[in-house]
Structures are given as structure tokens and as C-alpha cells.
């Protein structure tokens, strides 16, 4: 008789197996675990430039940027420096030291309707400490956000729309009491009627309203610009804190953020990924008036351990030199407009139903013929094409965000060979896609 032997497990499956032992699901952040494109999840040694290394040492060009904050590609020998510089002098301290004030008047004076800014350890402690910002201004409780937007996941976020529109949100996670959800209103994004009626409804009980300006974690929408000029009337008129939460955003689509990009002063902006060149890092900011009611100046109380930490700190001061660099920008967005066009003419040559999107350094990948305008629209695209597309590429050597619902990231270190490689791989999967 023939002995058969089971297919030998991959590195992969050997380390994932080790780490669900002792960790939940194997990893310290859902996205990671490939639950959205099914599969095992790429373990990772190292990384450099535009390129990420498994543990058996093979390369992936990698459009993920650890989601974000690598826009200067892995290990950017002058973050790094920067780091192993700060680590020389000390890891934390919990007193003031003078990178905090470095970073703070770096953010200040290229966004100048962020007036007062205060350093946190994550996005999620950003947009949190942002919302009890804003209830603690207006002495309201209820505040608006949108389907599909991620902002972190603490409590009063955590919820989406009610069975009736404009009725009061349920909770998208259990832990989150009822009652703390009740108070969070979700609506349609990009949908001017939608606002228009929950303000003339609520407009007056409202603290803030909370956004992604282009949204990045329903893949990527970049919403009109009416729709935000409308959002920023309404809250003028009713007295709402209008957030942008830039944590994706700021510094990704351009040195001034989504803000600029649409000409919109918001009242507070929440940063985090790129601020932190890659260590843990948020911020909040924006108008004098409204910031000055945190502790110590008021009655809001913010506080964190290793807030504004000074290897962050100085990572994120070396990453802005090169961030405020002359043509800096126009260089990304170069990068991600010659990918994705090439991207759209070969699954235009293929005749494959394909679109995409970009911003900046930023880009959405949709297996539907129009670009998505909302959260349906973003589900009701193939997703299950996506999932064959992820793995094809992925098998390639190429790392795209593993979910159907996330954006994707260029950096500086990705080469236009980088780029011509990917496109290359992308058609020999269309053609595939087409003869299945
Ligand atoms: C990633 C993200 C957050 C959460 O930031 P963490 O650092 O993961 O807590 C909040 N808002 C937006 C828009 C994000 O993309």
C-alpha cells in the first residue's frame, strides 16, 4: 500500500497555528487574520523600502504600508536614525520635553485651522478623546457618524444605523451597551437629503459630527464636494463641532490632508498612522476655543502615559523633513495615478467590469464598473472576484490590502518598476479571471 502524505504545512500555516495558541485568532488585530479573503495570513521578518519580507526571506511589493504610515517606504534609514537616536537618550520620560512642542508647531503651521493640538498613543484614542472634546463644548450628548467610516473602535463608535433610518444606532459589537449607542446616529455617506433631514430633526441636540473626508476603510470613496459643504453649513448653523478624522487621510492624500483637498475647515481633525512614521501615535487638534476646554485649561479631562513619546516624536519630525519636501506630493500621486491607469487599460484590454480611485498617495480597487458612491454600493461590487484577485496577486509577490473593504497605499520607495511589475501580474490574473 501507498502511503500518502498530507501536503507539507507552509511557514505561514506553521507560525499561524503557533500563534493562535496563545493569542486570539492568532493576531492583535482582526484585519490581520485574512478572515475577509480567506486564507493564511503572510508572516512578516522585515521589511524595506517598497518591499515586505516573509520568514522564509521571500519579497512582496507591499501597497499596504503597515495601512498606512510607511509613505516614506520600510525602514526609511532616516526615521530610523532618528529612532535609534531618541532610544539612546531614553525611552519615555512623563515630563514635557521640547519634540513635543516640535511636532506641535510642525502640524500647526502647515494646517493653520488646527490652532491648539494635543498628542495621544492611537487613532481610536484620537477620535474618542475628540468626541468627549465635543460633548464637553456643547454640553451634548448625541453625535452623527457615517455607514461604513472607521473611526477606531471605542464605544460611542462602534454602532450603526438603527432598523429605520434616523432612528437611534444599534451596536456593531457586543460589549457596547445600548444605552451608549442610542446617542450615535449613523447615516448614509454622500447623501446631502439624508443630512439635511437629520439636522432639521436633531441639528439642535447634536455634540459633533464625526467623517473620514475620503473614506478608506469601506475601500475608498471620495465623496462630492457638495456633500461636504453642505455637511460644514449645517453644522455652522446649528452649532455642531464638525471632526475630521484624518488618522487615514492626513498627510496621504497631500500635505495638508482631506481639508484642503476640499477647501473645508473642520472645527477639530484627528491624525494618527503617517504622524507616527510607523510608532504608536495619534493626535487631535483644531480651533483654540474648543481645544482649551481639556485638562489642565478645562474641565475635560484627556491624559495618557505615553503621550507624545519622544521616539515617535523625533521619528515623526525626521518623516515630515521629507513629507515638506518640494514636490514631494506630486511624485506620490504620479506614483498611484501610473498604477492604477494601468491597472484600468489592462482590465479595459480584458474586458473585465474593473474601476479605481486615488487620491494622493491613496487608491481603491473595485471589481464593479463604476466607482462606489456609498457603503451599499461598496458591498454590492464583486467581492468574491476581489477575494481571487487578492490571492492571485498575493501568490505573485504582490501585497494588497487583504480585505475588499480597505484602501490601498503607494509609498516614496515603490519604483516604477515596482509599479510595471504589478501591472504586469494584474493582467496575467485578468486573463485568468477571464478563461475561469
Ligand atoms: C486606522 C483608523 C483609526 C484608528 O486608528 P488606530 O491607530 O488603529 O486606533 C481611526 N480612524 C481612521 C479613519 C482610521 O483609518
Known amino acids: 500500500m501507498t502511503q500518502v502524505f498530507a501536503d507539507p504545512k507552509t511557514a505561514d500555516q506553521v507560525h499561524f497555528e ?34 515586505i519580507y516573509d520568514t522564509e526571506g521571500r519579497p512582496y511589493i507591499d501597497y499596504v504600508g503597515s495601512w498606512g504610515p510607511m509613505i516614506l517606504g520600510h525602514a526609511f534609514d532616516p526615521v530610523i536614525n532618528a529612532v535609534k537616536t531618541a532610544a539612546d537618550d531614553g525611552l519615555s520620560f512623563g515630563c514635557p520635553t521640547p519634540f513635543e ?68 444606532g444599534e451596536p456593531t459589537s457586543k460589549g457596547v451597551p445600548a444605552d451608549f449607542a442610542k446617542h450615535t446616529l449613523t447615516l ?22 464625526i467623517i473620514e473626508p475620503i473614506a478608506g476603510n469601506m475601500n475608498m470613496i471620495i465623496p462630492t464636494k457638495e456633500f461636504h459643504q453642505t455637511l460644514r453649513q449645517l453644522c455652522t448653523d446649528y452649532g455642531v463641532v464638525l471632526i475630521f478624522d484624518e488618522v487615514m487621510t492626513g498627510f496621504r ?3 495638508k490632508g482631506a481639508s484642503h483637498y476640499f477647501g473645508i475647515q473642520p472645527d477639530l481633525t484627528t ?6 512614521a510607523g510608532l504608536p501615535v495619534g493626535a ?29 516624536m523625533r521619528a515623526g519630525k525626521a518623516m515630515f523633513e ?33 474601476n479605481a480611485c486615488y487620491v494622493g498617495g491613496m487608491f481603491g480597487l473595485f471589481f464593479s464598473e463604476n466607482l462606489p458612491k456609498n457603503f451599499n454600493d461598496v458591498a454590492n461590487a464583486d467581492t468574491k472576484r476581489f477575494n481571487e484577485f487578492f490571492h492571485a496577486m498575493l501568490k505573485q509577490g504582490i501585497y494588497l490590502a487583504p480585505s475588499a473593504f480597505e484602501a490601498s497605499f503607494m509609498s516614496a520607495a ?16 485578468f486573463l485568468e479571471l477571464v478563461a475561469s
Open 101 to 168: 512642542t516640535t511636532m506641535a508647531d510642525l502640524i500647526c503651521e502647515l494646517i493653520p485651522h488646527i490652532e491648539l493640538i494635543r498628542m495621544v498613543s492611537s487613532g481610536t484614542e484620537a477620535t474618542m478623546s475628540a468626541i468627549r472634546l465635543a460633548r464637553g463644548y456643547t454640553g451634548r450628548d448625541k453625535i452623527v457618524k457615517f455607514e461604513g467610516c472607521y473611526h477606531g473602535h471605542s464605544d460611542s463608535l462602534l454602532v450603526k444605523a438603527g432598523s429605520g433610518m434616523l432612528d437611534i
Open 322 to 354: 521629507h513629507l515638506t519636501k518640494p514636490d514631494f506630493y506630486e511624485e506620490l500621486t504620479a506614483k498611484t495615478a501610473y498604477l492604477v491607469n494601468g491597472l484600468k487599460a489592462v482590465a479595459k484590454k480584458h474586458s473585465i467590469a474593473f
Open 18 to 51: 503557533k500563534a493562535k495558541r496563545h493569542i486570539p485568532g492568532g493576531v492583535n488585530s482582526p484585519v490581520r487574520a485574512f478572515t475577509g479573503v480567506g486564507g493564511t495570513p503572510v508572516f512578516v521578518s522585515k521589511a524595506k523600502g517598497a518591499y
Open 271 to 276: 491624525f494618527g498612522k503617517i504622524i507616527g
Open 284 to 312: 487631535f487638534g483644531g480651533k483654540k476655543e474648543i481645544m482649551e476646554c481639556i485638562a489642565p485649561l478645562g474641565g475635560v479631562y484627556q491624559a495618557g502615559t505615553l503621550s507624545g513619546n519622544p521616539l515617535a
Open 414 to 429: 515603490h519604483s516604477y518598476d515596482d509599479l510595471d511589475k504589478t501591472i504586469a501580474c494584474a493582467e496575467r490574473v
Open 188 to 209: 448614509p455617506y454622500n447623501d446631502i437629503e439624508a443630512l439635511k433631514a437629520a439636522f432639521e430633526k436633531f441639528g439642535s441636540e447634536l455634540a459633533c459630527v
Open 253 to 255: 492624500v497631500g500635505l
